[in-house]
């Protein structure tokens, strides 16, 4: 069983920043690729960022020279950092990570969303 826990989402005013973070645990082998998504009321979920095991990186355009992903390989923790939010930014945010267990299994895990809300 492979858990992943997001944390770090909360209220900012435009302009602020939010640090979020996601931990994987329990019977894991390897923490392939890792991303960020969103999704805001009646809009469909969107990718944000992703960042694969070898430290390549990818960002929506709307979030480009705004936000940064990293993650550590070695305790198996994402974080998405978002500095210059702007209202179009909230939304409930998720952690995604491709998993592969200690069987040998690799699959497709999410948390449990964090809400990020932009207002002033």
């Known amino acids: 069983q492979v858990q992943l826990v997001e944390s770090g989402g909360g209220l900012v005013q435009p302009g602020g920043s939010l640090r979020l973070s996601c931990a994987a645990s329990g019977k894991i082998l390897s923490v392939n690729r890792v991303g960020w998504y969103r999704q805001a009321p009646g809009k469909e979920r969107e990718l944000v960022a992703s960042?694969?095991?070898?430290?390549?990186?990818e960002y929506a355009d709307s979030v480009k020279g705004r936000f940064t992903i990293s993650r550590d390989n070695a305790k198996n923790t994402g974080a998405l950092q978002m500095n210059s939010l702007k209202f179009v930014d909230t939304a409930v945010y998720y952690c995604?990570?491709?998993?592969?267990?200690?069987?040998?299994?690799?699959?497709?895990?999410w948390g449990q969303g964090t809400q990020v809300t932009v207002s002033s």
């Open positions: 960042i694969t095991s070898g430290g390549g990186t």
């Open positions: 995604n990570a491709l998993v592969t267990s200690t069987r040998g299994y690799t699959y497709n895990y």
